[in-house]
């Protein structure tokens, strides 16, 4: 069975500090991955997605970065915080190809003070 | 530009009764559209789905009625529970080359005992 983890669970962070999140997905091998935000109360915004190791597409800028350094691994980063980054950051992997099934994690809350 | 559209923003229903959850959308090249289901502070759950060569898709008692002439979809919950009450999401992709999955704003489902 394929399991995705996320970690931090939550984090307070000052503005203008670093931010690293990160998503594991286990038992499947290849995966698409993707990175959404979720204001409170809000939509799901997706950032990134990734179909490759090594290789990411933006969606939308807000000042973020990502990575997919091993092929189970996804990385959100930014080196500076803006209270705009506040929110909940899901990752979400599906099968290769397009128009597949997104399974998201349980999301990481970030709260820029 | 908002793709995918939801109404009500929020519904309340008894104990028992059908909910009924609506969602239209803009791109006439979407073909995929999953429903999640969103509990606080949880990451989206995939409730049900379709594909656009359908226009029903029933499980357990989740229904989506779907119009591709009226680019728009449904989601009955029949016999509302109110362990059913959380936020559902509509999203809709299409499968010829994109990554992206589009969601709509949600709508907020209570059900009282």
């Known amino acids: 069975a394929q399991t995705i983890h996320q970690w931090p669970v939550a984090e307070i962070k000052a503005v203008g500090s670093p931010l690293s999140l990160g998503c594991t997905i286990k038992?499947?091998?290849?995966?698409?991955l993707y990175w959404y935000w979720q204001a409170t109360g809000g939509t799901l915004q997706q950032l990134f997605y990734s179909i490759t190791v090594g290789q990411v597409e933006s969606v939308v800028q807000l000042n973020l970065s990502a990575s997919r350094p091993k092929d189970d691994q996804f990385i959100l980063s930014t080196e500076k915080l803006l209270l705009s980054h506040s929110g909940f950051y899901l990752c979400?992997?599906?099968?290769?190809?397009?128009?597949?099934?997104?399974?998201f994690g349980e999301g990481s809350r970030l709260i820029v003070v | 530009q908002q793709q995918v559209r939801q109404s009500p923003q929020s519904l309340t229903v008894w104990e028992g009764e059908t909910a009924i959850l609506n969602c239209s959308y803009e791109?006439?090249?979407?073909?995929?559209f999953p429903w999640y289901q969103q509990f606080p502070g949880e990451g989206p759950a995939l409730l049900i789905a379709i594909r656009s060569v359908s226009d029903k898709k029933e499980d357990g008692g989740f229904t989506i009625f779907f119009n591709k002439r009226e680019k728009n979809l449904s989601l009955h919950i029949k016999d509302s529970q109110p362990g059913d009450s959380a936020t559902y999401f509509c999203?809709?992709?299409?499968?010829?080359?994109?990554?992206?999955?589009?969601f709509g704003s949600g709508t907020q489902l209570t059900v009282m005992p």
């Open positions: 038992g499947k091998s290849s995966p698409n």
């Open positions: 999203a809709a992709s299409a499968s010829s080359g994109s990554w992206q999955l589009i």
């Open positions: 791109n006439s090249a979407f073909d995929y």
């Open positions: 979400a992997w599906s099968l290769r190809g397009a128009g597949n099934t997104l399974y």
